[in-house]
């Protein structure tokens, strides 16, 4: 997410010479088959204690200074005319806007600085108006289920039904299933203008979610190690949108 919305901003910088407003991502509904690893991460974060979690899904939980305060709210459906029909139902949607926002953080100072009212908007494409309801109420009940994962007996029954360690999809499944996802970055002009000027880019990869994160931590490593200079106003926790454009050139 956090490099596509790098692209998009970039695109409208350098095509448009224009800053960016908001960047609006729609992920394609993909079958979950999560790993024993997965599972564990969820159980485990799940058990930290609720103040805890709220801290961290906060907009600039990760930033090392606050930006402007969110102008949209990713729930219930969006109707976009260029990504079409969108389901405020992405359980990773807060997590994910944390650390993009880190990244507007880290690059507000520089010449790849995406705009002073940037905001991130996160969404699942939906087929029709019953599918987004669905999917809508799917998240609520994911959400529900999650919420009661942390109750100690649920948790421990959870464990007992998860796959063994070391263990996930098989290559046949991972390989059958494809990440899809598309941006429209909006230039500062139109969010006051009312007008449609935006920048579109999208990715697809075709087989399936770890073998993708397999590819883009080595990926990323290579930019690291033979690209990408830092100066020693940069500290902390890197986002993979700081690796620049020659990060998203080996994607």
């Not at 058990?47 to 969110?70: C, H, N, Q, V, Y």
């Not at 399936?208 to 926790?237: D, E, F, I, N, W």
Request: with cysteine; charged share 20%; hydrophobic share 35%.
């Amino acid at each position: 997410m956090d490099l596509l919305v790098y692209s998009g901003a970039r695109k409208l910088a350098t095509e448009r010479s224009l800053k960016t407003a908001e960047v609006i991502l729609s992920q394609y509904d993909m079958e979950m088959r999560p790993s024993a690893g997965t599972i564990e991460t969820v159980l485990h974060v799940l058990s930290l204690d609720s103040k805890t979690i709220r801290d961290s899904e906060r907009p600039w939980a990760l930033s090392p200074a606050p930006g402007p305060l969110p102008r949209t709210t990713p729930s219930g459906l969006r109707k976009d005319p260029v990504l079409g029909l969108l389901a405020g139902s992405s359980l990773t949607a807060a997590q994910n806007r944390a650390l993009v926002n880190r990244t507007w953080s880290l690059l507000r100072d520089t010449d790849e600085s995406y705009g002073s009212r940037f905001e991130y908007s996160e969404y699942q494409k939906a087929s029709s108006f019953l599918d987004g309801i669905g999917m809508i109420l799917r998240s609520h009940i994911m959400s529900a289920i999650m919420a009661l994962a942390a109750i100690g007996p649920v948790k421990d029954i959870l464990k007992k039904l998860s796959p063994e360690p070391g263990t996930g999809p098989s290559s046949t499944i991972e390989g059958s299933l494809t990440v899809k996802m598309e941006a429209l970055a909006r230039a500062e002009d139109s969010v006051r203008n009312g007008t449609k000027t935006a920048a579109h880019v999208e990715f697809s990869y075709a087989h399936g979610p770890y073998h993708l994160t397999a590819l883009l931590l080595t990926q990323g490593a290579m930019s690291l190690l033979h690209h990408r200079k830092y100066g020693s106003g940069v500290y902390g926790c890197l986002t993979p949108a700081m690796l620049g454009s020659d990060r998203v050139g080996h994607g």
